[in-house]
């Protein structure tokens, strides 16, 4: 019999519909690693986690029955899938489930630069009535370039499609996608020349990993805005700081900072560069909620079920 500790907190229909299948499952979100060391779920053959642990080979010895691993959301980087698929262990997660929730959220951060709205809204609500130093720009009249071509890339893309702007896409490990909710794929480098607006959909990799630098930066052709709703160490903090500072970037809205917990609850840290980006009037924030809407929280559930039932 199939035996399932969750990890994290999920949507109840998770546990409702495995239950359902004749699966045991047991309540484990308070379990910290040392105890998983130590044997505590030694008998379980599937596990239900977010953020909070790092399933590494270390925590997989000490799972000799496990199965699979079941990570709600559509990031891997708290998972060595190598280390994993070489024992066996199936790795299942449910990018489709959050999906629209992060391109909604992209589309109203970049509409929340180009109109100035949480400034205005600051703005007014200080006493304030500019109506020339809050006029904002139109999205109609923009290139938006989308680098990563997943999930959110294309929910992003699709998002987009009644706004009239000319989109581009590039992903590095996908082709032939052209056309698919009005985007023109392309390479990096087109993006680079030609685009208004960046948003980052990709994975954190050893290759992701501080790919937005100054020198990333510096290859575009014309300032442009930049969007984040992937992981904050995708950016570093400082080089898009001083872009901003020297118009090489024109506003930032970042879901996602390099200062968050591994578990995504929380800022390990308050250094003076994350003051600065609090402070920075040309920058939109939000506490990586872009895939955290209500819907999703249950969609992100039901689709590992549905996967989980179906291996």
């Not at 930066?217 to 903090?237: C, D, H, I, W």
Request: hydrophobic letters at 40%.
């Amino acid at each position: 019999m199939a035996h399932v500790a969750f990890l994290d907190t999920v949507h109840a229909v998770l546990w409702e519909r495995l239950t359902a299948a004749g699966m045991v499952c047991v309540h484990a979100e308070n379990t910290v690693r040392n105890e998983v060391l130590s044997g505590s779920l030694s008998t379980c053959t599937g596990i239900v986690l977010r953020s909070r642990l790092t399933v590494d080979a270390e925590l997989l010895d000490a799972l000799p029955n496990l199965q699979w691993v079941a990570r709600s959301g559509s990031g891997l980087d708290n998972i060595n899938v190598a280390e994993a698929e070489r024992r066996g262990v199936r790795i299942i997660c449910s990018p489709e489930g959050n999906a629209t929730a992060v391109g909604e959220h992209a589309v109203g951060q970049l509409l929340a630069l180009l109109h100035k709205i949480a400034r205005a809204d600051h703005h007014v609500r200080s006493g304030g009535w500019d109506r020339e130093g809050y006029r904002g720009v139109e999205l109609e009249a923009r290139t938006v370039g989308i680098i990563g071509f997943g999930n959110t890339g294309q929910s992003f893309a699709r998002c987009l499609r009644g706004f009239g702007c000319r989109v581009l896409a590039y992903d590095k490990y996908t082709s032939g996608f052209a056309g698919n909710y009005g985007v023109e794929e392309c390479d990096l480098e087109a993006i680079m020349h030609t685009a208004d607006v960046v948003s980052l959909h990709v994975p954190l990799t050893t290759e992701t990993r501080g790919m937005v630098d100054a020198k990333w930066v510096s290859q575009f052709a014309q300032p442009f805005f930049l969007l984040n709703t992937a992981r904050g160490e995708v950016v570093k903090s400082k080089a898009v700081l001083d872009a901003l500072d020297h118009g090489q970037i024109l506003g930032s809205a970042l879901d996602v900072l390099e200062y968050e917990k591994r578990s995504l609850e929380g800022l390990i840290e308050r250094p003076a560069t994350l003051q600065r980006l609090l402070e920075h009037p040309k920058t939109v924030l939000s506490p990586h909620v872009a895939g955290w809407s209500v819907e999703s929280y249950f969609k992100l559930s039901n689709v590992l079920a549905d996967k989980i039932l179906l291996s």
